[in-house]
T-cell receptor, first 113, second 113 residues
Framework: DQQVKQNSPSLSVQEGRISILNCDYTNSMFDYFLWYKKYPAEGPTFLISISSIKDKNEDGRFTVFLNKSAKHLSLHIVPSQPGDSAVYFCAARMKTSYDKVIFGPGTSLSVIP | SQTIHQWPATLVQPVGSPLSLECTVEGTSNPNLYWYRQAAGRGLQLLFYSVGIGQISSEVPQNLSASRPQDRQFILSSKKLLLSDSGFYLC????????????FGDGTRLSIL
């Protein structure tokens, strides 16, 4: 049972346009959400996060929106650049005896020059 | 600054052979440590986590084990590898306290023949 879903395996966007990556979750116990970016043959790198008590967090070209009632979050990249081409993982944290983080399957973003 | 080292980058092993993957973190003390596996088309699956020396918890039953002999050293092992152990293995660390993102190593691509 996937608790964190990314229903689009891949996405192509023209350079300069907006990239929107979507993520849905099922567990209302998640209190923090994170986005990671991964290049081939490398480990994921942390990109941006949002607390469940907020609905928006912005960092430069990256903005994450959270719709708690819909259990949905999205990552917006504006403007998209070719260097943004990577796999993006949505992740959700549940506070247990440790920081239990559940990752989605990832969306592969291609930004076309 | 903190860094995480994971090696080897790639490994080809025969079925039934032992395994030892090592991960070390520098620049921090008493981190939380994690081992993940990424299967094709799937998100990162947490295998083991550790909140301190000698403290290991397993998320899923499997053919693998983990050990933390020193504060910043995390080892993933197997006595006898199975074909199904093939995959991309990632080590990660996070600070304790508050909501802290996880920071990943570059991973080990393990192929079992």
């Amino acid at each position: 049972d996937q608790q964190v879903k990314q229903n689009s395996p891949s996405l192509s966007v023209q350079e300069g346009r907006i990239s929107i990556l979507n993520c849905d979750y099922t567990n209302s116990m998640f209190d923090y959400f994170l986005w990671y970016k991964k290049y081939p043959a490398e480990g994921p790198t942390f990109l941006i996060s949002i607390s469940s008590i907020k609905d928006k967090n912005e960092d430069g070209r990256f903005t994450v929106f959270l719709n708690k009632s819909a259990k949905h979050l999205s990552l917006h990249i504006v403007p998209s650049q070719p260097g943004d081409s990577a796999v993006y993982f949505c992740a959700a944290r549940m506070k247990t005896s440790y920081d239990k983080v559940i990752f989605g399957p990832g969306t592969s973003l291609s930004v076309i020059p | 600054s903190q860094t995480i080292h994971q090696w080897p980058a790639t490994l080809v092993q025969p079925v039934g052979s032992p395994l030892s993957l090592e991960c070390t973190v520098e620049g921090t003390s008493n981190p939380n440590l994690y081992w993940y596996r990424q299967a094709a088309g799937r998100g990162l699956q947490l295998l083991f986590y550790s909140v301190g020396i000698g403290q290991i918890s397993s998320e899923v039953p499997q053919n693998l084990s983990a050990s933390r002999p020193q504060d910043r050293q995390f080892i993933l092992s197997s006595k006898k590898l199975l074909l199904s152990d093939s995959g991309f293995y990632l080590c990660a660390w996070s600070q304790t306290g508050g909501v802290q993102p996880q920071h990943f190593g570059d991973g080990t691509r393990l192929s079992i023949l």
